[in-house]
Structure formats: structure tokens, C-alpha cells
């Protein structure tokens, strides 16, 4: 019975890559605007680019400008625009907020969130001139600020027991060995799950707080527990998504269809998830030891970190099956010792 509630992952990746294929390209169709618009309305806009391209965007108060992607790198991006002359960088998981019309307020706040795909998703949001420019006093003070939070965080980070280990085996075997307030201490002082650790920026962040939003569904049990982290991860019925992707046209509807295959590979991941949690009850209840489980958390969290770095369908669902096997391997070994 344990084993086949996870026999459900590979119809759940294959759904999902159907959203991808009926949800191709498309025009805009009775818009007035020929590129990205803002409205009264619509304040955010999500922007995928390629390096070498330009994307005409329309501001609430009619001026159009021309972006202008120069380069994308991982940790950063250099763009500029055809109406302005300067280009400035930005880097990941951080924003750069531009006066486009030089009246002393920015226009446009630009965020870089991440490269994917050989695109740079960028979130642009139209700031309707209402934020005056900083002076340079000011922004040296928010960096100061930003140092001083740093040299706080490095300073909590000195109490860990398991945390400060450069080696993944060797912070699970220690997080396994703690006792249940040694792991209340340790999780106040530094909560940062293994599939988070290697990112940066907002991409950390936002991985942070989808292992902390799903915590409160620890409390269910089967469908009930993946009920509340569907809910926690705002993911509605396969069919939902598709035909919501599918009532969206051109940029909106290649957004949808990404954040609609975002939340399920989330889903998987925390299927992983509860799969370690499962290992690690066997352990407490004498069924493994401390070894066989580390072992096993180990193996799990590699492959979090292949699924991530996947670039096909066939590569997610070998990971997929790889987790799978894994876990049988894990039961039968119980199952052998305890005849």
C-alpha cells in the first residue's frame, strides 16, 4: 500500500507536459497595443527574453520604450534600452528601478528573476512615476544596511551543529543524531532545506518559503497531507490549469504554462520530500538505522537536485523512477529484516 501511492508521479509529469504542448504560441487578437501594454489594471508584467532580443513595452501613460537584452549569464544580465543610452547589469533575484524619461522619477522597475530555458524571466512593473530617484546618500545607506543584516546572519550561523558541515552526507547524518530540541535550535537559528542551499537571491528565497509554506501539512496524513500542500502551492486540477493556460494568449499564456509546470515539478519535489520524512520516522522507530537512512536522504536529495537540472521529459521521469525504486529497495530491506 505504501508504494503505490507514489506510482501516481509518472502520469502526474506526463499531465503536465501536456499543459506545455496545448498551450504553443498565439496572438493577441482585438488589443490596440503591438507589445507588452500596461493599464490602469495591469501594473506587473512577466517578460520572457533572449539574449540579442528587444521587447517594446507600453507604459499606463502611453510612452512606448524599446528593452534591449545584451547578455544573460546565470548570476546576472546586461540590458539597456533603445531610447536611453547607458545599459547597467543586474543580478539575480534582484531589482534595478529606471527613469526612462529623465523627470527626476523612475518609470519602470525591472527584476531579474532567473534564466530558464536560454531566457531571462524578467518582472517588470510599471511604477506610474510616482517614486522619486535616490540620491546617492540614500542608496549608500541601503547598502550599509544590507552589510549589517549580512554580518547578523554570519554571527547566528556560528551556533549551528549541522548546518556549517561542507559535505551533504555529513549534514544529514548530524540532523538525524540531533534530538527534537536540538533540531527546534538548529531550524531557529539557520532554515535552509539541502535543495535550497546551492541557490541564490530571490530563487533561494522563494524555495525557502515554499518548504516553510507546506510545514502546517505535517499534521495530515495520505490524501489528506497532499490535499493541503496542493492548496499550500495554489495547485488546482490538471485539467484546471491546462484550460486557464489555454484562455491566455502570447506572453501571458507562455507564463501560465510555466508557472502551471513549476507547481507540479513543486509537487514531485515534495513527494521526495515525504518520502525522507517516511525514512527518517523508520529510523526514530527502530526499523533502519541512523546510517541506512542518511543513505537513503542522501540519494533523494541528489536527485532533487537532478530533477531541478533536467532538461527533458525523459531525463524527469528516470529521476522520478529512480526516487521510486529507491524507496522500494528501502521497504523491502525492512521488509527482510523483520521476516
Known amino acids: 500500500m505504501i508504494l503505490k501511492k507514489y506510482i501516481s508521479y509518472n502520469l502526474l509529469f506526463l499531465l503536465v507536459l501536456s499543459i506545455a504542448y496545448a498551450a504553443g504560441g498565439g496572438g ?45 549569464e546565470d ?13 547597467f547589469d543586474i543580478n539575480v533575484g534582484t531589482k534595478a528601478s529606471v527613469d526612462l524619461d529623465n523627470d ?11 534564466k530558464e530555458l536560454g531566457n531571462a524571466q524578467l518582472r517588470l512593473k510599471d511604477l506610474r512615476n510616482t517614486i522619486p530617484v ?23 550561523s556560528s551556533g549551528l551543529k549541522c548546518g556549517n558541515f561542507d559535505v551533504l552526507r555529513e549534514r544529514v547524518r548530524c540532523r538525524l543524531n540531533l534530538e527534537s530540541g536540538e533540531i527546534e535550535k538548529e531550524l531557529e537559528l539557520q532554515y535552509l532545506p ?8 530571490n530563487e533561494k528565497g522563494i524555495c525557502i518559503a515554499r518548504y516553510k509554506s ?33 484562455k491566455k494568449t502570447g506572453q501571458e499564456r507562455a507564463a501560465c504554462v510555466i508557472g502551471a509546470k513549476n507547481k507540479v515539478y513543486s509537487l514531485i519535489k515534495w513527494r521526495f520530500y515525504d518520502l525522507e520524512e517516511r525514512a527518517e520516522d523508520f529510523m526514530q522507530r527502530g526499523l533502519i538505522d541512523n546510517e541506512t537512512a542518511a543513505d537513503f536522504v542522501v540519494k533523494v536529495e541528489e536527485n532533487k537536485r537532478k530533477f531541478n537540472e533536467a532538461k527533458t521529459k525523459d531525463e524527469r521521469e528516470g529521476i522520478i523512477l ?4 529507491d524507496w522500494k529497495g528501502l521497504v523491502n530491506k525492512i521488509k527482510e529484516k523483520n521476516g
Open 134 to 156: 535616490e540620491s546617492e546618500e540614500k542608496n549608500e545607506e541601503i547598502k550599509k544596511d544590507v552589510i549589517v543584516e549580512k554580518t547578523q546572519k554570519e554571527e547566528e
Open 28 to 72: 493577441g487578437g482585438g488589443s490596440s497595443c503591438s507589445g507588452l501594454c500596461f493599464s490602469q489594471s495591469r501594473t506587473t508584467i512577466l517578460l520572457y527574453i533572449k539574449e540579442k532580443d528587444d521587447k517594446q513595452i507600453k507604459l499606463a501613460n502611453g510612452n512606448k520604450f524599446d528593452i534591449i537584452l545584451n547578455k544573460i
Open 194 to 201: 539541502e535543495e535550497c542551499r546551492s541557490l541564490s537571491g
Open 322 to 325: 529512480e526516487v521510486r525504486n
Open 104 to 114: 527626476n522619477f523612475y518609470d519602470l522597475e525591472i527584476g531579474y528573476v532567473k
Open 214 to 246: 507546506v510545514q502546517s501539512c505535517w499534521k495530515f496524513s495520505g490524501n489528506e497531507r497532499i490535499s493541503c500542500v496542493k492548496r499550500q502551492i495554489n495547485l488546482g486540477r490538471i485539467q484546471d490549469e491546462k484550460e486557464a493556460c489555454n
Open 75 to 87: 548570476n546576472k544580465i546586461n540590458m539597456g534600452f533603445k531610447q536611453v543610452a547607458e545599459t
